[in-house]
């Protein structure tokens, strides 16, 4: 059984930052990812990363403020967020698709079939 914990939400002013972690249960994921969900609003990609060759990916209204990164040594992803602003609340999740290492990883959530439970991210102005 997969399990994936997420830890790191909390609130800040637009502007600021955090960093989110997901720590995996085990090292046979191929794919790692974030993503988040806003009050009335379908989930949505952030960033991805494959595990092996450490090739990324990121949504469009994240670029440039967040990285997504890995530590392979404590089986753990990171997610820093920076120049947080109010469009970016939401609760954010770790997700994981084992896959085998040549596939792509996206940021489509259909892509994944393990979640974490989320940790909330609140911005305000």
């Known amino acids: 059984q997969v399990q994936l914990v997420e830890s790191g939400g909390g609130s800040v002013q637009a502007g600021g930052s955090l960093t989110l972690s997901c720590v995996a249960s085990t090292y046979r994921l191929n794919c790692l990812g974030w993503f988040r969900q806003a009050p009335g609003k379908e989930r949505e990609g952030v960033a991805s990363i494959n595990r092996r060759y450490g090739q990324t990916e990121y949504a469009d209204s994240v670029k440039g403020r967040f990285t997504i990164s890995q530590d392979s040594a404590v089986n753990t992803l990171y997610l820093q967020m920076n120049n947080l602003q109010p469009e970016d609340t939401a609760i954010y999740y770790c997700?994981?698709?084992?896959?085998?290492?040549?596939?792509?990883?996206?940021?489509?959530?259909?892509?994944?079939?393990?979640w974490g439970q989320g940790t909330q991210v609140t911005v305000s102005s």
């Open positions: 997700a994981a698709h084992e896959g085998q290492y040549w596939e792509a990883c996206t940021v489509q959530p259909g892509q994944y079939n393990r």
